[in-house]
């Protein structure tokens, strides 16, 4: 399975998936024209990584901003997180907010209602 690197633009997060570690890592901000095109070879790599029975699978979290589309994007990785956790994989989202900012904390918490698995929010001083 391939790693991906690909730099953060000014619309588009810094992503970086580590199949070997089993570490996804998006970072920055995300508002691409089209999140669910951007986003599609991501959902794909990580679907095709939990199908093999990855060892574990952690979810790496770190963005300013991100549009309703790239909500959703989002929401299609945790869900395919979610149905890895409730078959037995050890999975868990690390997800890095600024203390300074409201709404990036009240971002994680609204993923977070929606899950089961292991989900970490951290704050951060920036």
């Known amino acids: 399975m391939a790693s991906l690197h690909w730099e953060a633009s ?3 997060p810094e992503i970086v998936w580590a199949p070997a570690q089993g570490v996804l890592s998006i970072r920055g901000e995300s508002y691409p024209e089209n999140a669910l095109e951007f986003y599609q070879p991501v959902v794909a790599a990580v679907a095709e990584y939990l199908e093999a029975a990855g060892d574990g699978f952690t979810l790496r979290v770190d963005l300013a901003y991100l549009n309703t589309s790239s909500v959703k994007a989002l929401m299609d990785i945790l869900d395919l997180m979610e149905d890895a956790f409730k078959a037995g994989t050890a999975v ?9 900012n409201d ?7 609204e993923f977070q209602e929606d899950l089961s698995l292991p989900f970490h929010a951290m704050p951060v001083t920036r």
Do not use: F, G, N, Q
């Open 103 to 109: 709404r990036s904390l009240e971002m994680a918490e």
């Open 92 to 100: 868990k989202v690390d997800w890095v907010y600024d203390e300074e």
């Open 10 to 12: 000014a619309t588009t």
